[in-house]
């Protein structure tokens, strides 16, 4: 019985180091297992974010470079309309292409670095999908990474579209120069036409008036002795043409008036295209940080989320750790208790049977006794 008890004193004593050694070996192979997957997500983080990096600043590069050709192609254009007999319309011919060229490079570039921002975006969804690293800190700041890329992308895309929006205007401008021009010159045909508005003659020479078979360039001015026909044909020409000058001049006017007019409901409506361009560009800016302020509050959520996790489990494994403590020592305990009281059955069963043998002895020394 003694031999049995202390068997099962010394199993228990067992089974609770063997205990605390399978504990102490899952928390070893649980801090391994946290490194290894640490360590992997970390690797493949960091290579994600250096190539996306590296794509990002390259598409960056090239739009730069597309937003300066643009507004160079803007100021050649402005820079021939403005000076149209030294217009070198070749060279702006050549920006435009150097334009689109730029553009396809720029458009290739970005599509290429969204492709590796959507790369990072993956690495860190397994990470937060798994339970061993979905708190690890690098996710969150690859994700304020990743949106801060993509947000760099966006703003420039959005000065690409106001820089494109300013050529618009500038190729409405050219348009509305040429035909302005055209118009005019179409007016001034149509008043004098036969007057070369590029040679540097009278207005108001006198062609075409015949008068008894001669013209007035035949008339010399010398001529002392003119015919009574000849000067009332003159003076009846003299009258017509002054009020032909009267109707050109009140045409022209009027001419003058409507092309103010158009010139002033363009400029309007340029202004108006211009701030329905301001307003569009306003708005996509605002719309992007909104976006911007919600990803960021996102991660901000995230890292709190991830913190208080962080602190709860912490909190957790104390807690455990505690009723572990109190369980081996009430354990401990209950094993102390138990052996005092065998012990004290012991020494109670062992004074029985001292009794009982001293009875035993008492009692075959009775005769002996007797027979002295």
Not at 88 to 94: I, L, N, Q
Not at 234 to 257: F, G, P, S, Y
Request: hydrophobic letters at 40%; aromatic letters at 4%.
């Amino acid at each position: 019985m003694h031999q049995a008890v202390q068997m099962w004193f010394a199993g228990n004593s067992a089974d609770a180091s063997i205990h605390e050694m399978i504990i102490g070996v899952r928390k070893l192979g649980k801090q391994h297992e946290l490194k290894c997957c640490y360590d992997e997500l970390e690797s493949s983080l960091k290579a994600a974010l250096a190539s996306s990096t590296t794509k990002v600043q390259a598409a960056t590069d090239a739009k730069v470079a597309t937003i300066a050709a643009i507004n160079e192609h803007s100021s050649l254009m402005k820079k021939n309309v403005d000076d149209a007999q030294h217009a070198d319309w070749e060279e702006v011919a050549k920006a435009l292409e150097r334009v689109e060229k730029l553009s396809r490079t720029d458009s290739a570039d970005e599509i290429d670095a969204r492709n590796y921002l959507d790369n990072v975006r993956k690495v860190v969804s397994e990470g937060r999908a798994c339970d061993v690293t979905r708190d690890n800190p690098l996710l969150a700041n690859a994700t304020e990474t990743v949106n801060k890329l993509g947000q760099q992308l966006d703003e420039l895309n959005v000065l690409v579209q106001r820089a494109r929006s300013e050529s618009r205007i500038m190729n409405q401008y050219k348009d509305l120069i040429e035909k302005s021009r055209q118009q005019f010159a179409q007016e001034l045909k149509s008043i004098l036409p036969n007057v070369d508005i590029h040679a540097k003659e009278s207005l108001f020479s006198l062609k075409g008036v015949f008068c008894n078979g001669r013209t007035y360039s035949d008339i010399s001015v010398t001529d002392s002795k003119l015919t009574e026909d000849e000067l009332n044909a003159l003076i009846a020409h003299a009258h017509l043409r002054v009020d032909q000058l009267k109707r050109q001049l009140t045409e022209q006017q009027t001419n003058v008036l409507c092309r103010q007019i158009r010139e002033e409901e363009n400029i309007a409506r340029a202004v108006e295209q211009q701030r329905i361009a301001d307003d569009q560009f306003a708005e996509r800016r605002l719309q992007l940080e909104m976006q911007r302020m919600q990803q960021q509050s996102d991660v901000d959520i995230e890292r709190k989320v991830v913190d208080n996790r962080r602190v709860w489990e912490m909190e957790l494994e104390e807690r455990l750790q505690r009723a572990a403590v109190a369980h081996s020592e009430h354990l401990e305990q209950v094993l102390r208790i138990q052996r005092q009281l065998y012990d004290i059955e012991q020494s109670q069963r062992a004074g029985v049977l001292i009794f009982r043998l001293l009875i035993v002895q008492g009692g075959a020394s009775m005769p002996l006794l007797e027979g002295v």
